[in-house]
């Protein structure tokens, strides 16, 4: 039996149903790595706000990965350890998202 979903995730579906993050095909069926969730690009535990400004639709893989973290390390943890900056970019990488 489907689950009725909320109204934000049903219009950032209707609109692009596809992962901000990693761009595949969300669906609004609960219970799949690929089902849609709103997620607060700043997070809410770090003061991130639950205005429309500050959410995107993403897959539930995706929401799970990123959880709490903020957005420009989660996104530097994920790629590719060959392709990481060198120790004294990643200090400039951490200072910048201390200043988000
Ligand atoms: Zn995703």
Same mark, same amino acid.
């Given at each position: 039996? &489907?689950? &009725?979903?909320?109204?934000?995730?049903?219009?950032?579906?209707?609109?692009?149903?596809?992962?901000?993050?990693?761009?595949?095909?969300?669906?609004?069926?609960?219970?799949?790595?690929?089902?849609?969730?709103?997620?607060?690009?700043?997070?809410?535990?770090?003061?991130?706000?639950?205005?429309?400004?500050?959410?995107?639709?993403?897959?539930?893989?995706?929401?799970?990965?990123?959880?709490?973290?903020?957005?420009?390390?989660?996104?530097?943890?994920?790629?590719?350890?060959?392709?990481?900056?060198?120790?004294?970019?990643?200090?400039?990488?951490?200072?910048?998202?201390?200043?988000?």
């Amino acid at each position: 039996m &489907k689950q &009725k979903r909320g109204k934000r995730i049903t219009k950032l579906h209707e609109e692009w149903p596809y992962c901000s993050y990693c761009d595949i095909k969300t669906t609004l069926d609960l219970g799949y790595i690929h089902t849609a969730v709103v997620d607060h690009v700043k997070p809410l535990s770090q003061g991130g706000d639950r205005f429309h400004t500050n959410e995107v639709l993403c897959c539930n893989k995706c929401n799970a990965d990123k959880s709490d973290t903020k957005l420009i390390i989660w996104l530097w943890q994920r790629g590719d350890p060959d392709q990481r900056p060198p120790p004294i970019a990643q200090d400039n990488v951490m200072q910048l998202d201390l200043a988000l």
